[in-house]
C-alpha cells in the first residue's frame, strides 16, 4: 500500500499538482475526478496563454519589431475575447451613438467581432494589432461618425432613400464590372469605359428613383466619396484574417475607378 501511495503521489507531482493538494486527495478530503478536471482547466488556459506568447514570437521574428511593437504585440494578444469584443463595442458606440441607422446594417456590424483562435497564427497576431490601433484612431472615428451622419440623414424623412435590394444590385456591379474594368487595364477616360459606367450609373439611377444624367452623376460621385476611405476596407480585411474568413480582396480600386469613369462621362 505505501508503495502504491507513493506511486500516486510521484505521479500526480509528475503532472504538475501541488503537495498540498496531493495530501487532500491521499486523505479523501477531494476526489481524483475534481482535482484532475480543475487541473486540466487551469492548464488549458496555461497553454493557450503559450500559444498566444508563441504567435507573438513568430511575429516578432518575421517583422524584425520594435521594442514598442512587441510590447504592444504582447499586450494586445492576451486580451479575452470579452475584451477584444468590448474594443470593438466602444467603438461602435461612439460613431453610431443617437444616430437612426439602418437596423440591419447596425446589426451585421455589431455582430463583426475579431475572434482571435487560441493558436494564432503570426498574421492573425499582427492583424489583431493593426485593427486595434486603427479602431484607436482619433481621426478614423471622426471619420466613421461623418458616413454614418450622412447614412441617417439620408434614411430621414424627405430624403431620397435608395431602394435596397436595387442599391445592392448597384454595388454589386461595381464588385464585378468596375474591377473587371480594373483587372483588364481599361482607362476609365477610354471609349471602352463608357458602356461599363453607363451600365453602373443606369443601376444606382434605379435604386434612387433618379434619371442618369449628367446631376446625377455628379451627385453619385459626390455619394461614393462620402462613404469611401481605404481604412474602412481594410478594417473589414483585418477581421477577415482575424476571424479565417476567406481572403477579402480590395474593393478600393473599383470604386476608385468608378468615380474617375463617372467624372469622365458626365
Not at 454589386?172 to 469605359?193: C, F, H, W
Not at 461614393?224 to 479565417?244: C, K, S
Request: charged fraction near 30%; proline fraction near 6%.
Amino acid at each position: 500500500m505505501a508503495v502504491e501511495r507513493l506511486g500516486l503521489v510521484r505521479t500526480l507531482r509528475d503532472l504538475g499538482i501541488d503537495l498540498a493538494t496531493v495530501h487532500r486527495v491521499l486523505a479523501s478530503e477531494v476526489t481524483m475526478a475534481s482535482v484532475a478536471a480543475a487541473h486540466a482547466q487551469v492548464l488549458e488556459v496555461q497553454i493557450r496563454a503559450l500559444r498566444l506568447r508563441r504567435a507573438v514570437l513568430r511575429a516578432v521574428a518575421q517583422r524584425g519589431s520594435t521594442p514598442r511593437e512587441v510590447e504592444l504585440m504582447h499586450k494586445l494578444a492576451r486580451y479575452s475575447d470579452e475584451e477584444r469584443r468590448r474594443m470593438i463595442h466602444e467603438f461602435l458606440d461612439e460613431v453610431f451613438g443617437g444616430l437612426e441607422l439602418d437596423p440591419e446594417f447596425e446589426r451585421r456590424m455589431r455582430s463583426a467581432m475579431p475572434e482571435l483562435p487560441d493558436e494564432p497564427s503570426p498574421a492573425q497576431v499582427e492583424a489583431w494589432v493593426e485593427l486595434a490601433e486603427l479602431v484607436g484612431q482619433e481621426d478614423f472615428r471622426r471619420r466613421i461618425r461623418q458616413m454614418a451622419e450622412r447614412a441617417a440623414s439620408d434614411r430621414a424623412p424627405g430624403s431620397a432613400a435608395p431602394d435596397t435590394a436595387e442599391a445592392q444590385a448597384a454595388s454589386r456591379l461595381v464588385y464585378e464590372k468596375a474591377a473587371g474594368a480594373v483587372a483588364g487595364g481599361i482607362d476609365p477616360a477610354s471609349p471602352q469605359a463608357r458602356p461599363v459606367i453607363g451600365e453602373i450609373a443606369r443601376a444606382f439611377a434605379r435604386a434612387y428613383g433618379r434619371v442618369d444624367d449628367p446631376a446625377f452623376r455628379a451627385w453619385l460621385v459626390e455619394m461614393i466619396e462620402a462613404f469611401g476611405d481605404p481604412r474602412v476596407d481594410r478594417y473589414w480585411r483585418l477581421l477577415a484574417v482575424i476571424n479565417g474568413w476567406p481572403a477579402m480582396p480590395s474593393q478600393m480600386p473599383a470604386w476608385e475607378w468608378t468615380v474617375a469613369a463617372l467624372r469622365e462621362g458626365s
